[in-house]
C-alpha cells in the first residue's frame, strides 16, 4: 500500500483491508511498539469544512508514531480560489510525505491526488468517508465477531458515509439495507459496485423507502444527519422528507435485541436521532469515535510504508 492514494474504500482490495484492519487491532492493544514507525514524517491536512474527530484523530495519530501534522483550514488555502488545485498538489509535495483533505467536491481530492507525487488520503468528501468506514467496520468487528452475514442498515440519507460503509460492507459479506426516501437512495452507480461487491462476498444489499422493513432483524442501526456540510440550502427540504426516518426507541424495538447503534457524528439530537438511542447501552457511537484513531494510524502507518519492525 505504500505511495497509494486512498480516495475510496475501493482503492483497496479485500486483503489490504484487512492488513489494515489487523495492524489497527495491534495498534490499539500496544500503542507504544509504534510510537517511532513515522519518526519525522510529515502529514499536510487540507480541510474546507470544519472538524472534531478526523482533525483531532489525525494529528493526535501521527504524532503518536513520532511524525507531525500541519494543519490549513478552510480559509488558509482557499483550495481553487486562492490557488489552483493543482499548484497546491505540486507545492505540497515538495514539502510533506503525505497529504489528507477534507473537501467539498471529490473530484478535488482526484485533482490533488493526480498532481501530487505524495499520496493523498480522503478525509470526506461528498461522496466518500473512506476512514470512517474503518473505524465503523473495526468497531462492528469488535462487537459482532464477525462480518459475514452481519445485517447492517442505514436510516436515511444514502451519503458520503453510508457510500463508504457499504462499499467495504459489501465486500465483507454483510447484509446491507438503507432505508430512505426515494430522493435520498442510494446513487445508480455505486449501487451496482456495492451489487457487484455483494455477489462476490455472500453479501447483499436491499433499498427501500418504509424503515420499519429495513431496520428488521438488524444486527448493526446506523444514521447521520440528514443534511451533510455543503447542502445547507436543502435542509429545509430534508427535514420535511426525512420526517418518519429518526432513529428512536419505536423504530429499534424492530432490530434485533442485540443490535448495536452507530453513528459517525456530530449527532443532532432530536433529528436523526433521540437522545435515548444516543445514550442507551446499545450505542456504541464513542468506540467508533476511538477507532477513527487507530484505524487511521494503521492506514497512514501502511501508506508512508513506516518501519514495523
Ligand atoms: N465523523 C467525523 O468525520 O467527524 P468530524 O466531522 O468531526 O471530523
Ligand atoms: N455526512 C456528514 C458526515 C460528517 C462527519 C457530512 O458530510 O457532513
Request: contains cysteine; charged residues 25%.
Amino acid at each position: 500500500m505504500k505511495g497509494y492514494d486512498i480516495i475510496s474504500i475501493e482503492d483497496l482490495n479485500d486483503q489490504q483491508i484487512q492488513e489494515v484492519l489487523s495492524l489497527a487491532a495491534q495498534m490499539k492493544a500496544a500503542p507504544e511498539r509504534y510510537r517511532h514507525t513515522l519518526a519525522g514524517r510529515s502529514m499536510c491536512m487540507l480541510f474546507e469544512k470544519p472538524s472534531l474527530r478526523t482533525r483531532v484523530t489525525f494529528e493526535v495519530g501521527i504524532a503518536s508514531l513520532g511524525g507531525y501534522a500541519v494543519y490549513m483550514g478552510p480559509t488558509d488555502v482557499a483550495l481553487g480560489k486562492r490557488e489552483a488545485v493543482e499548484d497546491v498538489a505540486r507545492n505540497l509535495d515538495r514539502w510533506v510525505d503525505l497529504i489528507v483533505a477534507r473537501v467539498f467536491a471529490h473530484r478535488t481530492l482526484e485533482t490533488l491526488a493526480k498532481y501530487s507525487q505524495a499520496p493523498v488520503i480522503n478525509a470526506l468528501s461528498d461522496i466518500e468517508h473512506p476512514c470512517q468506514a474503518l473505524a465503523d467496520i473495526m468497531t462492528i468487528f469488535e462487537h459482532k465477531g464477525r462480518f459475514a452475514g452481519v445485517k447492517c442498515v442505514f436510516i436515511g440519507d444514502a451519503n458520503n458515509v453510508c457510500n463508504s460503509l457499504f462499499l467495504v460492507g459489501s465486500r465483507l459479506g454483510m447484509k446491507l439495507a438503507q432505508g430512505g426516501p426515494k430522493d435520498y437512495q442510494m446513487n445508480a452507480d455505486l449501487l451496482k459496485t456495492i451489487q457487484a461487491n455483494a455477489s462476490k462476498s455472500g453479501g447483499s444489499i436491499t433499498i427501500c423507502e418504509d424503515p420499519i422493513e429495513a431496520i428488521r432483524d438488524a444486527d448493526v442501526v446506523y444514521t447521520d444527519i440528514w443534511t451533510s456540510m455543503g447542502q445547507e440550502s436543502q435542509k429545509h427540504n430534508k427535514d420535511r422528507a426525512f420526517e418518519g426516518y429518526q432513529v428512536n426507541t419505536d423504530l429499534m424495538v424492530h432490530a434485533k435485541p442485540d443490535a448495536i447503534f452507530m453513528h459517525c457524528l456530530p449527532a443532532h439530537r432530536g433529528e436523526e436521532v433521540t437522545s435515548e438511542v444516543l445514550d442507551s447501552p446499545q450505542s456504541v457511537v464513542f468506540d467508533q469515535a476511538e477507532n477513527r484513531l487507530h484505524a487511521q494510524k494503521a492506514l497512514i502507518l501502511k501508506v508512508l510504508g513506516g518501519d514495523i519492525g
